[in-house]
């Protein structure tokens, strides 16, 4: 469609600065501090969908961080894609790694840096643009509605009660989400899966308050040792997990969708030194991509206790915490794999120390259909405009809300990610490529074309 | 002596006055936005020792932090004592734990809280009004020597190059240091030892960034995980340390300084309803008073890494870090254990993550002769103020200078410590009896006459 590519690049500098407005807003859901921010971001999101020709938009209130709606319905019997995004980011921290400041975008190599420019706020905004395309051109031959969230990063924990309160406003054929990455421009990909996710925070106490190291040292127990110990025994030496029951529900992947997985490029050489590691580490009997993509996995996200200061202080800590998180592949669940988790560590504590766990939150793994009109309209819009057909690949992040969305809405989801691996999500320096900014708006309409034609 | 302790009854509040100007000056030694007030606090040492009767005090700059040095010298050909003590205090952190602010000190039901109430300026300040008691009474018989540093709690950097430099200014003949506990003021004791030290710093670098858990989680070390593994190898199932080498120096205590040992009352019951515990902890085949005595052990002082802040972040953090100190008895050498931590730390990581152990500070184990002139002194002294023959313990913590003034000096130092275990040094809320405060002020005297008597 040249009309649809044309006014795309007469309009591509002014698709960048409102992005940049939107970036510019530390929307950071998990700390108490934003929450005007948080409000402030959402209204800015209703008020570009009206901009882009939503017949409607508004900002629900809810528990936490407010949902934005947007609408544009040309025809109650043509088919409706509902587009999923999240406008709240991940905290910048550390602040001292960031080459520009997190909430200031700047433009650098082509590439746009700023906390959420891919992560989500870059690949949602790609939606309003397509809708704005669509729009003007005249060439809309389906339904868009908008469901925008602000508690993406901290679990949903407003979004299931949001979503059984308005099931007939939400109500649609597919729901697309671009919130992931594919492989790079010149291999396309889209994932079919992502993994679930459980996450709790634990608190070891020892002694009632910090004691001399040197009057107590040798006689009472160490927090940070103890938990350093109940971390140590979660994997053994094959880096397998040791909590009794935690593979129980893990489907065996087929050795034919190992094949295709295994379709992907992967070169180890490259993704050690593009990590700067010297050897990989993980599950034996996986490659990496399996370990990333069907096998579930824990990792340590943080860890503290004690002096953390500068120089030194010979002191015997009285609490040592972690925050410690698993990503689940069909079919653990959430909720059991969480209480599995908070029982192995509270069973595994000696009594020398009291140990508290408390869950974060958490999400269900995800499977798409390849068989699926949602599927196949993404990856016909693709190879539309990439030139070469999609690879199917399993993802290894979380979007918690899918399978809250399908249990409730009763459809398929579909991921079209524009990001990279190497984005930098959730780190500093995060970063969204300008080339997949604008090829991901250049794509969705596609999308809306295809599914309309196939549905 | 009545008119010692009338001189005392007078001034008592002048007495706490004065101390609590001290421990308003925050004279943090780890911590650079201090230096200014280490030198205020330098300062007004040397000021009290004049105004006490001192002959003569000056601030000496170091390397480091000043030490403050001041005499009253009667006779040269009359014995000298030196009194050993520090002017600087531990971080005061964390902060929210404290019930006053660190630096404000207040009374409460009979003790001072403040950050160095006990640890040292409130025992070092006991050896200032002592000498002003002996001065104003005119009943001084020997000489006295101040050295007060300001860099013992970061490992006493420079008080060697110090030391070296002016052995004919510190000539003396023993050294007397109140910088230790007693058990109570109704069973008064000497501590005959003090644990060596060896301190280090490690930094466990894994992938070169801050990744997403979800996209690498699983194919690439975590290095939280790694860092609490090499952490929980430090200790077998018996609590013994697993370092090779480690032991190898110890000497084994004979039966008879265990049986004396032995004589310290201890409490268990209590000893764990202080701390809060519902069980101790430590190496197999020693009572708790032996772990804290004539044990080497090695103690994590602090650990972070990753996310740490409010909420969860789905992040595997490029690095992590942890204090870890370790306390030595006779024979160990601070140096040879220092390397060994460092050589285990560095070959037992494993090839997915980078190690770098540095080295903050350490010293040598100290053992006072039950046979010296100082420790009779000591011990009549004592007998004379508390009615009772105090027990000879073997000490904890490190005083890692001893075995520096010992090496250079060729003196014999004697430690008459006045705290109680109890104090939460280096702790929130330190404290310091206001009875201890004036029982070291009334002790002192006597050690310095039963001294020049004996000697």
Same mark, same amino acid.
């Given at each position: 469609?040249?009309?649809?590519?044309?006014?795309?690049?007469?309009?591509?500098?002014?698709?960048?600065?409102?992005?940049?407005?939107?970036?510019?807003?530390?929307?950071?859901?998990?700390?108490?501090?934003?929450?005007?921010?948080?409000?402030?971001?959402?209204?800015?999101?209703?008020?570009?969908?009206?901009?882009?020709?939503?017949? $409607?938009?508004?900002?629900?209130?809810?528990?936490?961080?407010?949902?934005?709606?947007?609408?544009?319905?040309?025809?109650?019997?043509?088919?409706?894609?509902?587009?999923?995004?999240? #406008?709240?980011?991940?905290?910048?921290?550390?602040?001292?790694?960031?080459?520009?400041?997190?909430?200031?975008? &700047?433009?650098?190599?082509?590439?746009?840096?700023?906390?959420?420019?891919?992560?989500?706020?870059?690949?949602?905004?790609?939606?309003?643009?397509?809708?704005? =395309?669509?729009?003007?051109?005249?060439?809309?031959?389906?339904?868009?509605?908008?469901?925008?969230?602000?508690?993406?990063?901290?679990?949903?924990?407003?979004?299931?009660?949001? &979503?059984?309160?308005?099931?007939?406003?939400?109500?649609?054929?597919?729901?697309? /989400?671009?919130?992931?990455?594919? =492989?790079?421009?010149?291999?396309?990909? =889209?994932?079919?899966?992502?993994?679930?996710?459980?996450?709790?925070?634990?608190?070891?106490?020892?002694?009632?308050?910090?004691?001399?190291?040197?009057?107590?040292?040798?006689?009472?127990?160490?927090?940070?040792?103890?938990?350093?110990?109940?971390?140590?025994?979660?994997?053994?030496?094959?880096?397998?997990?040791?909590?009794?029951?935690?593979?129980?529900? &893990?489907?065996?992947?087929?050795?034919?969708?190992?094949?295709?997985?295994?379709?992907?490029?992967?070169? *180890?050489?490259?993704?050690?030194?593009?990590?700067?590691?010297?050897? %990989?580490?993980?599950?034996?009997?996986?490659?990496?991509?399996?370990?990333?993509?069907?096998?579930?996995?824990?990792?340590?996200?943080?860890?503290?206790?004690?002096?953390?200061?500068?120089?030194?202080?010979?002191?015997?800590?009285?609490?040592?915490?972690?925050?410690?998180?698993?990503?689940?592949?069909?079919?653990?669940?959430?909720?059991? =794999?969480?209480?599995?988790?908070?029982?192995? /560590? *509270?069973?595994?504590?000696?009594? #020398? &120390?009291?140990?508290?766990?408390?869950?974060?939150?958490?999400?269900?793994?995800?499977?798409?259909?390849?068989?699926?009109?949602?599927?196949?309209?993404?990856?016909?819009?693709?190879?539309?405009?990439?030139?070469?057909?999609?690879?199917?690949?399993?993802?290894?992040?979380?979007?918690?809300?899918?399978?809250?969305?399908?249990? *409730?809405?009763?459809?398929?989801?579909?991921?079209?990610?524009?990001? %990279?691996?190497?984005?930098?999500?959730?780190?500093?320096?995060?970063? #969204?490529?300008?080339?997949?900014?604008? $090829?991901?708006?250049?794509?969705?309409?596609?999308?809306?074309? #295809?599914?309309?034609?196939?549905?």
């Amino acid at each position: 469609m040249q009309s649809w590519k044309d006014y795309l690049e007469k309009n591509k500098d002014r698709f960048l600065n409102e992005l940049f407005d939107l970036l510019r807003i530390p929307s950071v859901s998990a700390k108490k501090e934003h929450k005007e921010d948080m409000i402030r971001c959402a209204e800015a999101v209703k008020q570009r969908l009206l901009e882009a020709g939503a017949d $409607k938009a508004e900002v629900y209130p809810t528990a936490g961080h407010p949902v934005v709606y947007g609408e544009k319905i040309i025809d109650p019997s043509k088919p409706t894609v509902l587009v999923y995004g999240h #406008y709240d980011v991940q905290p910048a921290e550390p602040l001292d790694l960031w080459h520009s400041g997190p909430f200031e975008p &700047v433009i650098k190599d082509g590439k746009i840096f700023a906390r959420g420019s891919c992560d989500d706020k870059g690949q949602f905004y790609m939606h309003v643009k397509a809708l704005e =395309i669509l729009v003007k051109t005249n060439s809309l031959q389906n339904n868009i509605k908008f469901c925008i969230e602000g508690e993406e990063e901290v679990g949903s924990p407003s979004l299931g009660d949001f &979503v059984k309160g308005h099931k007939e406003l939400l109500k649609a054929d597919c729901i697309l /989400i671009s919130d992931s990455a594919l =492989i790079s421009l010149d291999t396309p990909s =889209i994932d079919i899966g992502m993994r679930g996710l459980s996450y709790i925070e634990v608190e070891v106490t020892g002694p009632n308050r910090d004691l001399h190291s040197g009057v107590y040292g040798g006689a009472v127990a160490n927090p940070i040792t103890i938990l350093s110990k109940m971390i140590a025994s979660l994997h053994d030496e094959n880096n397998h997990i040791t909590i009794p029951g935690f593979y129980d529900d &893990v489907v065996v992947a087929s050795d034919e969708e190992r094949a295709m997985l295994a379709r992907a490029p992967y070169n *180890e050489k490259e993704y050690k030194e593009d990590l700067g590691v010297k050897e %990989l580490w993980g599950e034996k009997g996986f490659t990496t991509n399996e370990r990333t993509g069907i096998r579930p996995t824990i990792e340590l996200n943080g860890i503290w206790g004690g002096y953390t200061g500068e120089g030194s202080k010979t002191v015997l800590p009285s609490k040592a915490f972690a925050k410690i998180s698993a990503r689940l592949v069909p079919n653990q669940s959430s909720e059991k =794999i969480t209480n599995l988790l908070i029982k192995h /560590i *509270e069973s595994t504590a000696p009594a #020398y &120390v009291n140990v508290k766990a408390s869950v974060h939150h958490g999400g269900e793994p995800y499977m798409t259909p390849l068989n699926s009109t949602a599927y196949k309209a993404a990856a016909k819009a693709m190879e539309t405009t990439f030139g070469k057909e999609p690879i199917p690949v399993r993802g290894g992040g979380s979007i918690p809300i899918c399978a809250l969305f399908e249990k *409730e809405l009763g459809i398929k989801i579909v991921f079209m990610g524009f990001g %990279l691996d190497s984005d930098n999500l959730h780190s500093p320096n995060e970063k #969204y490529n300008l080339e997949n900014y604008y $090829k991901g708006i250049e794509t969705i309409p596609y999308f809306h074309k #295809y599914f309309s034609e196939l549905k």
